[in-house]
T-cell receptor, first 111, second 117 residues
Framework: GQNIDQPTEMTATEGAIVQINCTYQ??????LFWYQQHAGEAPTFLSY????GLEEKGRFSSFLSRSKGYSYLLLKELQMKDSASYLC????????????FGRGTSLIVHP | DTEVTQTPKHLVMGMTNKKSLKCEQH?????MYWYKQKAKKPPELMFV???????INESVPSRFSPECPNSSLLNLHLHALQPEDSALYLC????????????????FGPGTRLTVL
């Protein structure tokens, strides 16, 4: 089976940096995704990590450590529009290519 | 272009109604998915179509009936739903239809907000 853990909620200030953690226990590992989802809208793809290290994409970066079963999403220069749910999804192995989603972290950015 | 479209955006139906949700993508993706999402919960996988054939059914009740008329279209037919079926229904697609590639990413449509009275 697969177990994915993220904090339920985080708050941060506009202009600041926030790190959202995701830990996982899976049967094998074939990639980790981060999605952003605004309330009532579809998840939007942010990043994909399959090798250890940091992937940077503008204000957003994602880090992976396979040996620790750990990833984080780093958001810099926070903006009010970054208030959303951030979903970590992990693709295991064993024939299924469908990622399993964590419960998501609700990020609230305040002025 | 990474657009997946869904219609309608909102749907209200009674428990005796029959309705359909539609999903379309023109990215040449060979896998298409239906997810159900309740408020403050992650998306739950319902069905997967791979090369227009149903490959995964996550023990979904028969009141939900998927259909894939061609490689670009995916429908979800609804009949005799229950109020607890009210949710956001998301369609997604990904490039690979057979197993996976290391970079296979799911792209989601905007969803249909379904309310069952």
């Amino acid at each position: 089976g697969q177990n994915i853990d993220q904090p339920t909620e985080m708050t941060a200030t506009e202009g600041a940096i926030v790190q959202i953690n995701c830990t996982y226990q899976t049967s094998g590992f074939n990639g980790l995704f981060w999605y952003q989802q605004h309330a009532g809208e579809a998840p939007t793809f942010l990043s994909y990590n399959v090798l250890d290290g940091l992937e940077e994409k503008g204000r957003f970066s994602s880090f992976l450590s396979r040996s620790k079963g750990y990833s984080y999403l780093l958001l810099k220069e926070l903006q009010m529009k970054d208030s959303a749910s951030y979903l970590c999804a992990v693709r295991g192995s064993g024939g299924s290519y469908i990622p399993t989603f964590g419960r998501g972290t609700s990020l609230i950015v305040h002025p | 272009d990474t657009e997946v479209t869904q219609t309608p955006k909102h749907l209200v139906m009674g428990m005796t109604n029959k309705k359909s949700l539609k999903c379309e993508q023109h990215m040449g993706h060979r896998a298409m998915y239906w997810y159900k999402q309740k408020a403050k919960k992650p998306p739950e996988l319902m069905f997967v179509y791979s090369y227009e054939k149903l490959s995964i059914n996550e023990s979904v009740p028969s009141r939900f009936s998927p259909e894939c008329p061609n490689s670009s279209l995916l429908n979800l037919h609804l009949h005799a739903l229950q109020p607890e079926d009210s949710a956001l229904y998301l369609c997604a697609s990904s490039q690979s239809g057979t197993g996976y590639t290391s970079t296979d990413t799911q792209y989601f449509g905007p969803g249909t907000r379904l309310t069952v009275l």
